[in-house]
């Protein structure tokens, strides 16, 4: 360096010197203490997360429970119409049987504030079942309501103001009365994965989402798999190299890097206008999603069959294979594996896509899980989206508690594509 | 609880599908039991040709069969099953349309006159609803004649095509079959139909890159005419949802969107100042400073970071981040929107840390050994290695990788849908609420959807430009990348 030109011999001993080395050192400790730092403030804010998500979702994964007993009496259910009884009468008399000084319609109805709305519903579902209880008495375990539930896991403060709570003084007195005869409990909340989604946060589950996220992968694999090995079959092995060849593969490159949203817009314009299919099916869902995945499966694909060596290729030619074959007998199965993890790893991909799934529609309302893909249906990712803008308190504990359940899904496909790598892959 | 068993939908939802849904269940499932039947008959063909190939093949004295007796089974299965697979998809796809247009032409001209299109589009999808049994209210006569014309003709269509498929598939079947012979070229045929599949297969890409193009031009033309361009581009004032209650086009002004686009761009600089610093220190850190021991678990972190869905990190924002900074802005006296620009921001710029941080690792390990060791050895420290040496050679990838990450956040979705606002208001005051493009895209797109306002096709146009500007940054960040890499090499 010039403008550094030495006059003399520099004498390295000296303080200057040591002072020099020494500012130099603390620099390049400085950027290693930057580096740390950067590195802990990332992992620190994955487990921030990560925390926040187990401790605001594991009280969903319990539910509270009262038990009550219903007297079911001739007057209100008739034996010859179960189903057709006055349901809403026999859980009024069950609350009474608890608290009989609540006489008057207000009080009545703070009582009946503590078990979920749709008590009546499961006590006519257990007699419709069971028919020979008319007249007897019906001993039944119950979801309590979300406030209830709040209270029991310790989320509302009691010691609050009474305006600023949102159970009051007397249902708190019916509520420390039930735990005083044992009749609340907490099990695991099973609702949470058999039951659809509802209105009220303690019946609300997460089966629909479930079954329609299903049912969207499996549209998204049966498209994406064939045509994805297909076209990296195609490009690696047959295309010539032209610009035609060139203009294809500049394209799913850049697929892979177009916004999720503009293939939701794809498919609102395309497959819901122009084909009809319906809106909020996971059809359409499922189909928006193949084409995000494909470039990831053409990808994937073509890295494992550029990875099988050419003696494989050249020993099946010389025994006088075709080059189709080469292909379908021994270089396909060959890199079988390595094509079933990329795919593994597509499908979580598309697992936790939402935006796109948004515009086609499967963000709806509904309360049975579909099915087939026609029906319309919601997916694990809109779930929580939906969940995340509804208003009630217990809906941000389930929100939680489905995403949860997202990334257990995804952990598992990750899981199992590391160990078939891990076991199948082979190395040349 | 489904009480009822019958899926019930929102009142959003039911809007949408009433204006768009063409084909009834009922139809779809006739579809299902096609392609059952073409593979059955696909299957049938395979044994029938391997069957007879087989005869060949034993007769004695007979000539050197060609192929074996699976391509001639091939063979057939697929001129069977391809052809009638086509002819039910392309059925089904535009069966709806085809007897919409019919419908509506068969309605008397007595009751269809003087009515707009859009008052026909109505009475069409009244008559579609009654036809797949929901009725609201008491329809006129002749909407309730056209419906029965249109289950009947539903009906008649479905079996038509039925019929018509399995037709199509017996004749193919017979006449293949006569085809077939000890020298017919039946693997070189079967492997041509291959190449042709894959040909297609490929094709799929383009097809999806045309069809984007094709459907976000169509809409945002339409919506051009009746909004001009020049004041979508330059426009100050977003106001869409004003448009739709006024029903009638919008008043200038209303779809101005500059707003909209300052206020991505302002999230996206607050998520690119996040994660551009943590990302690269990170990614220095890992390439000079780490050993082995302290990669393994780094790398495996930053991946399930990139690999958690952007709907989580949206939930971290509203709940966790957007809180605290409300918070923080109260203890400091600065006015602080619950919705603020930088909650979103933050939390898109945790999002982007893996991106940058790999991208730029790659780009640092990228540099030739040599350059590091000659640095090194004339005595530098590490810190002036990364600094002197490594990141200028580094630069371009590393510029590529930012100018990647800069359009994956421009791009996303699920995190601002959730923590940013849907006013769009003119500032760059990070503590205030925005909104971004594609907040205002799903904003519009969600719930009733119909293709003739400006509301709607307003999310067309904004998906435009989010195309053109993440397909551009994109190509500009490969150009970097590839112009300067060459240097070292």
Not at chain 2, 68 to 88: D, E, K, N, Q
Request: hydrophobic share 50%; charged share 15%.
């Amino acid at each position: 360096m010039s403008d550094t030109a030495l006059a003399g011999p520099v004498d390295w001993t000296s303080q200057q010197a040591a002072g020099r080395r020494r500012s130099r050192h603390a620099a390049n400790r400085r950027l290693q203490f930057y580096g740390i730092a950067a590195i802990s403030t990332a992992i620190g804010l994955l487990g921030l997360l990560i925390t926040t998500l187990v401790i605001g979702g594991y009280p969903a994964f319990l539910q509270t429970k009262i038990t009550l007993d219903f007297p079911i009496k001739a007057e209100y259910v008739d034996a010859a119409n179960p189903a057709g009884g006055n349901y809403r009468a026999v859980v009024r008399d069950a609350l009474l049987g608890i608290a009989p000084e609540a006489t008057t319609p207000p009080q009545q109805r703070l009582l009946g504030q503590l078990l979920t709305n749709n008590t009546q519903f499961f006590v006519r579902d257990a007699v419709v079942a069971n028919p020979s209880v008319i007249g007897g008495t019906l001993t039944l375990t119950v979801p309590a309501s979300d406030p209830i539930d709040q209270l029991n896991k310790g989320l509302i403060d009691r010691d609050l103001p009474e305006n600023q709570r949102r159970v009051n003084d007397v249902q708190l007195g019916f509520y420390d009365r039930l735990v005083a005869e044992n009749r609340v409990s907490a099990p695991f909340n099973w609702a949470l994965f058999f039951n659809a989604d509802s209105r009220f946060p303690e019946l609300a589950g997460l089966a629909g989402a479930i079954t329609g996220s299903f049912y969207a992968l499996l549209v998204c694999f049966l498209i994406s798999f064939p045509v994805g090995i297909a076209a990296a079959i195609y490009l690696e092995e047959f295309a010539p190299r032209n610009r035609w060849t060139y203009l294809i593969e500049v394209n799913i490159n850049n697929l892979a890097a177009v916004p999720s949203i503009v293939f939701g817009l794809l498919g609102l314009a395309v497959f819901i206008q122009v084909f009809g299919i319906p809106r909020s099916a996971p059809l359409a869902g499922g189909m928006v999603l193949a084409l995000m995945t494909l470039p990831t499966m053409i990808i994937v694909t073509r890295a494992s069959l550029k990875a099988i060596p050419p003696s494989i290729r050249e020993g099946a030619l010389g025994v006088g294979a075709s080059k189709h074959q080469v292909i379908m007998h021994h270089v396909l199965p060959l890199a079988l594996p390595g094509i079933l993890t990329g795919t593994i790893i597509g499908l979580a991909q598309a697992l936790g896509e939402t935006a796109p799934l948004l515009l086609v529609g499967m963000n709806a309302f509904i309360t049975s899980p579909p099915g087939g893909i026609l029906e319309a249906s919601t997916a694990l990712p809109t779930q929580i989206f939906i969940w995340a803008d509804s208003p009630e308190r217990g809906f941000t504990s389930r929100t939680s508690a489905a995403i949860l359940v997202l990334l257990a899904f995804l952990v598992v496909m990750n899981g199992i594509a590391i160990f078939l790598r891990q076991r199948l892959e082979r190395r040349w | 609880m489904s009480v009822s068993g019958v899926p019930q939908t929102g009142p959003m939802a039911t809007a949408g599908a009433l204006r768009i849904s063409h084909s009834p269940l009922r139809g779809q499932n006739v579809v299902g039991y096609s392609l059952l039947l073409i593979v059955i008959l696909s299957l049938v063909a395979y044994y029938v040709g391997r069957g007879s190939a087989r005869r060949f093949a034993g007769a004695a004295g007979g000539d050197k069969i060609h192929s074996l007796p699976g391509y001639h089974g091939a063979f057939i299965a697929v001129w069977v099953g391809i052809p009638a697979f086509v002819l039910v998809l392309l059925w089904a796809s535009f069966q709806g349309a085809i007897l919409d247009s019919l419908i509506v032409s068969s309605l008397p001209s007595a009751f269809t006159e003087g009515k707009s299109p859009a008052e026909l589009n109505l009475v069409l999808s009244e008559i579609r609803n009654l036809a797949s049994g929901r009725a609201f209210g008491a329809p006129a006569p002749e909407v309730e004649a056209a419906a029965a014309r249109l289950v009947s003709w539903q009906h008649i269509a479905s079996w038509a095509m039925v019929v018509v498929a399995a037709t199509m598939m017996l004749l193919v079947l017979v006449y293949a079959r006569t085809r077939i012979a000890p020298r017919f070229r039946a693997r070189n045929n079967v492997e041509r139909v291959l190449s042709g599949l894959m040909v297609f297969c490929s094709v799929v890409a383009i097809l999806t890159t045309v069809g984007i193009i094709v459907s976000l031009l169509y809409e945002s033309i339409a919506f051009f005419r009746l909004v001009p361009l020049h004041e979508f581009l330059f426009g100050l004032k977003w106001e869409p949802q004003i448009a739709l209650r006024a029903d009638q086009v919008a008043g200038a002004g209303a779809f101005g969107a500059i707003p909209v686009f300052t206020g991505t761009l302002l999230i996206s600089v607050i998520a690119l100042a996040v994660a551009i610093p943590i990302g690269l220190l990170t990614a220095i850190f890992l390439v000079e400073y780490a050993d082995d021991r302290v990669r393994n678990v780094v790398k495996p972190i930053m991946e399930i970071l990139a690999g958690i869905p952007t709907v989580v990190f949206g939930f971290f924002a509203v709940l966790t981040v957007a809180p605290a900074i409300r918070e923080a802005g109260g203890l400091m006296g600065i006015a602080t929107s619950p919705n603020s620009a930088l909650a979103a921001g933050f939390v898109m710029g945790i999002m982007i840390i893996p991106f940058i941080s790999s991208l730029s690792d790659d780009a640092l390990r990228a540099v030739p050994r040599s350059m590091r060791d000659g640095s090194l050895a004339m005595g530098a420290t590490p810190a002036e290695t990364m600094t002197k040496v490594m990141l200028p050679a580094a630069l371009p990838g590393i510029m590529g990788g930012i100018l990647l990450a800069a359009s994956r956040a421009i791009g996303e979705t699920m995190i601002v849908v959730m923590a940013a606002g849907l006013i769009a208001t003119l500032t760059l005051n990070p503590m205030d609420s925005v909104t971004t493009v594609t907040v205002q895209i799903v904003t519009l797109l969600i719930g009733d959807t119909s293709f003739d306002s400006p509301k709607t096709l307003a999310a067309f146009a904004l998906g435009l430009v989010l195309f053109i500007v993440t397909l551009g940054l994109n190509v500009l960040a490969l150009q970097i990348v590839k112009k300067y890499r060459e240097q070292y090499e």
